[in-house]
């Protein structure tokens, strides 16, 4: 549609740092190709610069939508803030979609959107909107933050899903076993996917921020949807973020001691634990992975903000304040928030006590690390469920949040020593499992890669013959 060869590349993310961050990644690699205008709610855009994840040489024009968004909502384990985001957000950005200037069109100027829209690209959420992008002849394509097993879970609903009251409703995400019956979900939720399905069903194509490789079965089961047949995925994961504010010095710093702290370590001797930037255990649950730690002997680090340390066992209280005083003998380090990259990478590394998020999923495998999963909440179980059937994860049961259930020292114990292999002197059988994984998944955006190849097909914005 345009002689030039470069498209103006509109794409539009729902206003949570889970979708914000891996759609940012994106938008900065086809902003090497085409022009494009990255749409945001207008009240996150401050907090983005400030977390450096948006950088001023970025090839991405930012686009901030007045959607009265208040930015309370980082907390998406309370139903009513998501259920009050949708209500805000999925209006303006319909409204968006409906006065973009288009090619050859009826030109209504928005303010900050002067060159026609050629390609809209928007989060999964976000299917309502972009099917209306579609009616006025521009092409949309969405983009699936999670893996194609949450797309298939999405896209199980109808009409006639059974629903829950949101308090009974289970904290996961979870695909039926074979036979049973769908699984009732919150109605909200419901609201949320039904459009998103109509949207999918004009969708150029579904970008996915995984690998095919790691996602064949879903990939499977999603084509035997009849309707949804025709769709084409792009494979283009991991969009992983770069480390949050790894240019400040604060954190260099932070990252240099603890590298200097990891090298002092012995190789595959270390654990580390984290829960993501949302979740956090029980409070005595912090204690009994404290107790857990201490007993095992073995070098960890933990991210664990700072509001929790109160529940943390004395011994490693006490320890905190040392961490870091040159001597580099500490066993172990407590981060407020943890280079999570870097420390996988490193030799030294062996376990990872995670909770399994997408992201920490693909990072621990392409790293080659092993997974004890502790799953909180959303997809994490999904995610946990799949790392086990990989053999790179040993899966603790009922971890959710809304169980009662508390995990014993025994249990995390046992599930710690077997994942570190510690006590056979080499790499665990899940260590090894998970090895296998690392130059399929790092080396996915190299030149030539797996992702990078699917990229480069998926920015011709070429229609399927
Ligand atoms: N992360 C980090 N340091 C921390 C905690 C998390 O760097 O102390 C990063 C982690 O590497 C991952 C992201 O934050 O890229 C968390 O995403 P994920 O999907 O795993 O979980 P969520 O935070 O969305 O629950």
Known sequence: PNPGGKLHVLIASFPAYGHIIPLYELAKKVGKHHRVTFAVSAPKLSD?????????????????????LVDDFDNPTDPGVMARVFQTVLPAFAQLMTVIPVRNGNISTVSGIATPVDIVITDNFLGGPAAISHQRGIPFYSFCTANATMLQIMLMLNEDSPTVE??????????????????????AMKKLFLPMR???KFARGIIINSLRELDQEAIRAIDENGELKALTFHFVGPLLPEEK?????????????VGKWLDAQAVNSVVYVSFG????????????IGDVLLALGQPFIWALREKHH?????????????????SNDSKFLILDWAPQKLVLAHAAVSVFVSHCGWNSSLEALGSGKPVVAWPMFADQLENGKWLERLG?????PDTGLKSAKVVSVEELNEAVVKVGGWKGGEVSVYGKAAQTWV????GAWAPGGSSEKEFLDLIRFQAKE
């Open 439 to 442: 130059d399929k998944i790092s």
């Open 48 to 68: 983005l610069v400030k977390r450096e994840i948006v950088n001023a040489s970025d090839p991405v024009t930012l686009f901030g939508i007045e959607d009265g």
């Open 166 to 187: 949101e308090a009974d409703a289970e904290p996961f995400v979870k695909l039926p076993e074979p036979g049973e019956a769908p699984r009732p979900v919150p109605e």
């Open 245 to 257: 504010g790894a240019n400040s010095e604060a954190q260099l710093a932070t990252e240099g001691k």
């Open 310 to 326: 109160q529940h943390l066992p004395a011994a490693i209280q006490a320890g905190i304040t040392k961490q870091f005083d040159g």
């Open 277 to 288: 930037s949302v979740a956090t255990p029980k409070p005595e649950q912090v204690t009994i």
């Open 392 to 396: 790179a994860a040993v899966l603790i």
């Open 198 to 200: 109509t949207g999918l």
